[in-house]
């Protein structure tokens, strides 16, 4: 045992000094200083960056930020591990003190008001330990808040909560032990919590929107609706965000969904609702609730909120009918907080993903999903963990196979580099090889997960202008360079064009199949597809362009994709033309334009924007950088600075699923925005070729990137197509 009075500080700060114990019993005993302690902190991987907390003087744990001094300590078991650490976090997180009386202090920046308080022991309901919790106001002047000196009452296993009479003004708190049912043996206790008000044994929830990613600055939602409720099609994907929050610590929350049923006995299956957290992640710094996470319990701290996701995915043959059913959040030693569902399904019916019209390419990359899940790109392993990312993917309505044909497409901007899927290989008289392993194992990986409709393969243009291949002879590796409208450009892939055309034909693939590139100046894309259609007349182009649309006039393209907010007249009027001859066309968001955008601080109603914008303009759909291009550890900060002018690229501008793979509440609005266009495509299609005329009236509003408004107006609009699609819908009108 080291004796004296041992001090901890939260926040790093450490204060020797000597201590007095007094005890209301009338005796004294006077302590030494003892050698100052750093306050430990545990290194590990947190749920999140840092806790989702409340805003406001009132909430959490009263205690946290207070300077934590003993009387003494055994060994390791200082003051200061009874700080800011979960109830259960770890069995070695706790003070003692073998000789008795022994005393712990915590002492406040400033006098707060409290009317509880919380005491957690390492080995509850065990042993009787005696003792007595006093507050002041001053640090000086003592008074008693609980008193357990005698009795021989147990400390509950999940703590023992002190209401007290009436709320006390304290700057102190001490808890002094006096006796123990085991001789030589001291408190060991985990925490002590101090609240503003009775917390009581529950939680406090509402239901949120999904207009809102909830925060310090908008929750708790006091004024929230306790019952859901919503409209879905078949075969719908449809969502509700509830918010949890409470004062004081409460582990091991988790979310039961009951079956859904309507009064003629018919009950969604199981596997069509899901319930997930909505987990934290760091955008440039700022908190913000983004993942959603399929973790099964999760705890909360004191004085914190944590968002909740409800998915139904109404089958496409269910029964037309009102549904109702409970979400129920529940964490350890609370009552729990029963959310009441009601969904009502409509007979309008959406086609399957599949059959979807809405032309989504969002690019893949292979490589990134390898590295996060530790496997061997390419390995049996790899393609495993790759499926379900796919498998949302298709189930999302994804055309494109995303594939390469030389390494690094996009330069060296990427975290996780870029491969190439097939292997150039020049042979000692100069002839070329080319293997194609990887990438047919890739495109017949792809279509097997619902992928088929095209295959972009990158690129015969590439960022940084390098065109590496395989010297045959020795295996090393080797750069060309070849500007396009040279003869050594022409040299260097016309032997591979005519090659992947055969192999292409030869595999049932060439009519999907494209040359992509992204955002290549004109004159360069021209002096490309003449290559191309000099040694590969099969293959067509797709090209991402960054400039206004006018600057690529001209140019044949298959698939034509453009920044959203550069498309000028000229594109919107020869859409319609495009599409008559089997051309895709569509819009692509990146870094630009900063609104509307899918970035993790985005606006969620603006993912849901886009799909209404691809419909009132004619697009086939639209494109999006990037699936899956993470920055190092996406759970943590999703800013990745990389781009060599702009540094940084906006937080979550590279991918739409976290690791796992996990959705976020912008993959699902996106795909929100996506069924959106596909109820249009089907009320159009029932009106004989024109949409009823408030949806169209509505509609209008999302015609022009230029008067979206601010972040109200794009929820109001969003709201309001949503009401005129659902009751066109219901009325046929």
């Known amino acids: 045992m080291k004796a004296g009075g041992t001090v901890a500080s939260f926040g790093g700060m450490t204060i020797k000094l000597a201590v007095r114990l007094a005890c209301l019993s009338g005796w004294w005993v006077t302590m030494a200083a003892a050698p100052a302690t750093t306050p430990f902190v545990p290194r590990h991987f947190p749920y999140e960056p840092r806790p989702p907390l409340l805003a406001g003087v009132d909430a959490g744990d009263q205690l946290a930020t207070a300077t934590v001094t003993a009387s003494a300590h055994d060994e390791e078991q200082r003051p200061d591990l009874v700080l800011n650490h979960a109830i259960h976090d770890d069995t070695v997180m706790f003070w003692s003190a073998k000789d008795l009386p022994a005393w712990l202090k915590f002492e406040l920046p400033t006098a707060k008001e409290i009317a509880q308080l919380n005491l957690h022991l390492r080995a509850p309901n065990m042993r009787v330990f005696n003792f007595f919790i006093e507050g002041s106001a001053d640090g000086t002047t003592w008074q008693v808040l609980h008193d357990q000196r005698t009795g021989a009452a147990l400390i509950p296993a999940d703590g023992l909560e002190i209401v007290l009479p009436a709320p006390v003004r304290v700057k102190a708190v001490r808890i002094t032990v006096t006796g123990s049912s085991k001789a030589g043996e001291g408190p060991m206790i985990t925490k002590l919590s101090a609240y503003a008000k009775p917390t009581g044994r529950t939680l406090a929830g509402a239901v949120g929107d999904l207009d809102h ?70 955008a440039d710094g700022q908190l913000v609730g983004d993942v959603l996470d ?22 496409r043959d269910a029964a037309p009918g009102t549904y109702t059913g409970t979400l129920t959040a529940r964490a350890d030693g609370t009552e729990p907080k029963v959310f009441p569902l009601l969904l009502e399904i409509l007979p309008a019916t959406l086609p399957a993903p599949a059959d979807w019209k809405y032309h989504l390419d969002i690019f893949q990359h292979p490589w990134s999903i390898a590295r996060m899940h530790g496997v061997k790109p390419w390995s049996d392993e790899h393609f495993r963990v790759m499926r379900p990312y796919l498998l949302e993917l298709a189930h999302a309505g994804q055309k494109v196979i995303t594939a390469t044909i030389t390494p690094r497409p996009w330069g060296k901007r990427d975290y996780d580099d870029y491969g190439a899927m097939v292997t150039h290989l020049k042979q000692p008289d100069g002839s070329w090889k080319f293997d194609y392993d990887g990438f047919d194992r890739y495109v017949d990986f792809a279509m097997s997960c619902g992928i088929s409709q095209q295959i972009n393969c990158y690129s015969m243009l590439t960022w940084s202008g390098n065109l590496e291949y395989t010297d045959a002879a020795t295996g090393d590796l080797r750069m060309a360079m070849g500007e396009p409208g040279t003869a050594s450009y022409a040299d260097y892939w ?104 899918t970035f993790v601080t985005s606006p969620p109603a603006e993912a849901v924007w886009v799909g209404y914008y691809a419909f009132v303009n004619g697009y086939s759909g639209m494109a999006r950088w990037a699936l899956t291009t993470w920055p190092e550890n996406p759970l943590v900060e999703t800013l990745y600075s990389c781009h060599p002018w702009r540094r940084d690229l906006p937080p979550g501008d590279e991918f739409l699923l976290y690791p796992g793979p996990r959705a976020s509440v912008h993959w699902e609005m996106l795909r929100d925005g996506i069924e959106e266009f596909e109820k249009l495509s089907w009320l159009r299609a029932r009106h004989g070729g024109s949409l009823p005329p408030p949806v169209a009236t509505a509609l209008e509003a999302f015609r022009d990137p230029k008067q979206l408004g601010d972040n109200a107006a794009v929820i109001r609009n969003v709201a309001a197509m949503r009401v005129a699609v659902e009751a066109a819908a219901k009325t046929g009108k």
């Open 294 to 315: 399929d973790a099964e319990r999760v705890d909360m701290p004191a004085g914190s909120y944590r968002a909740a996701w409800l998915t139904v995915e109404t089958p």
């Open 494 to 597: 016309g032997p591979f064009l005519k090659d992947f055309e055969k192999h292409l034909a030869a595999k049932g693939w060439l009519e999907r199949t494209r040359i992509g590139v992204d955002e290549a100046p004109a004159a360069m894309m021209k002096a490309m597809v003449e290559v191309l259609h000099a040694n590969a007349p099969g293959l067509k182009a797709a090209l991402a362009g960054n400039q206004t649309s006018a600057h690529y006039a001209g140019l044949d393209l298959a698939d034509f994709t453009i920044i959203l907010d550069h498309a000028g007249d000229d594109l919107m009027r020869d859409i319609a033309q495009r599409r008559s001859e089997g051309r895709v066309t569509t819009f692509y968001i990146c870094l630009d334009p900063k609104r509307p955008n």
């Open 213 to 282: 990613q909830y925060d310090a600055a908008n929750g708790p939602v006091a004024a929230g609706s306790q019952d859901w409720r919503t409209t879905a099609w078949r075969g719908e994907r449809v969502h509700g965000q509830f918010v949890l929050w409470t004062t004081a610590e409460r582990p091991g929350l988790r979310l039961v969904v009951s079956a859904l049923r309507d009064a003629a006995g018919h009950e969604l299956p199981a596997a069509a609702v899901n319930a997930r957290f909505v987990r934290n992640v760091l």
